[in-house]
């Protein structure tokens, strides 16, 4: 029913990507997606340039935020932000050429104030479409022939939509694919995802694929955007975080085939230990319990007692403390 995402050399098959999200996607995270399956292209969070740069002079180390990303599977795309065209050209080599990843995805749609207010970039550049295009160019530059993306909102705010225009700019400028969510930088994350804006763009672009981002949560949204809407692919980002799984599930109903039931409480319970033993393995114990706080929020989502386990798993602070509620609220 639907074709692969062409994205310069890559045929991305099923056309679904799963979305960066600072603070969630990061190795741990993939590999888990991973093993169930059905995302055609992974992210990573989105790194600073400028702080991969630091780290770098200073330590010879990657960012933490690239944990894992030398050795992991491709097709994997990691997505940088800053406003310094060469800064971030110079990065995207490093990237293409030393790394080897599969696609550099540009960053113009954070709202954080630190990044859009105080460092002028994400959702900030959005108002700049010749800032955009020649950063693109830029990177497009350094990295070929391993294509770069960009990731956008429909614009600053309802009042300054301008995707189209941003998205011909990154066209333009030899960008190999434009992932566009459809809020506003404004909107945060208010409101629903207008994909009648997203669709908009599709007749002013001429061999860039749009991918539409935005609210899909099940397998049955997923088709139903491809029915209506002229997009050559989707990203899929926080249902992913509560249902791992979802994207096996939605290649089955992209293939009409039967789609996958929901793993068992007891699949899921083992599912989030084997996250948090990865988080613990690379962060400790102190820190990784901690992080994995909020992944565990997530997985509980819509389970019975799912409140009472958010609170209880607020406090954990130890690997016993994390496993008491998870004995609790997950029983086998
Ligand atoms: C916790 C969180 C972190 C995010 N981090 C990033 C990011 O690093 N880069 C980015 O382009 N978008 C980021 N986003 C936006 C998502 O990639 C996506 O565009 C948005 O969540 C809408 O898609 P969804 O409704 O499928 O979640 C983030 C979203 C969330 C909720």
């Not at 770098?56 to 990657?62: P, T, V």
């Amino acid at each position: 029913m639907v074709s692969p995402l062409k994205i310069g050399p890559l045929s991305i098959d099923p056309p679904v990507w799963q979305a960066p999200m600072a603070g969630f996607t990061n190795f741990a995270f993939r590999k888990i997606v991973r093993r169930f399956g059905g995302a055609g292209l992974l992210t990573t969070e989105m790194v600073s340039a400028r702080g991969m740069r630091q780290i770098e002079a200073r330590k010879g180390d990657l960012p933490e935020r690239l944990w894992g990303v030398e050795d992991e599977p491709r097709p994997l795309a990691v997505q940088i932000w800053d406003n310094d065209p060469g800064l971030l050209a110079a990065v995207g080599h490093r990237l293409a050429h030393q790394l080897h990843v599969s696609v550099v995805d540009l960053n113009f749609g954070c709202p954080v104030k630190a990044v859009s207010q105080s460092a002028q970039s994400g959702s900030y550049l959005l108002r700049y479409p010749d800032r955009i295009a020649e950063i693109v160019a830029r990177v497009v530059e350094a990295c070929a022939p391993v294509p770069v993306t960009a990731k956008i909102r429909l614009g600053g705010s309802r009042e300054s939509i301008n995707a189209i225009e941003v998205a011909g700019a990154i066209e333009a400028a030899g960008g190999a694919a434009v992932t566009v969510h459809g809020r506003t930088a404004a909107d945060r994350f208010r409101g629903s995802a207008d994909w009648d804006q997203i669709a908009r763009i599709k007749p002013h672009l001429k061999r860039m694929p749009l991918v539409g981002n935005g609210d899909l949560q099940t397998p049955e949204d997923v088709v139903e955007a491809f029915r209506r809407w002229s997009v050559d692919g989707v990203m899929i980002g926080r249902a992913a975080l509560t249902k791992p799984w979802l994207f096996r599930q939605i290649r089955c109903a992209l293939a009409s085939e039967p789609i996958p039931p929901e793993p068992t409480l007891v699949e899921q319970r083992e599912l989030l230990l084997d996250h948090y033993g990865m988080i613990v393995d690379r962060f400790g114990p102190t820190r990784g319990t901690i992080q994995m706080r909020r992944y565990a929020c997530h997985y509980a989502q819509g389970h019975h007692g799912c409140r009472a386990f958010r609170s209880q798993i607020a406090t954990a602070a130890t690997p016993q403390q994390f496993a008491e509620a998870v004995d609790r609220y997950f029983p086998t």
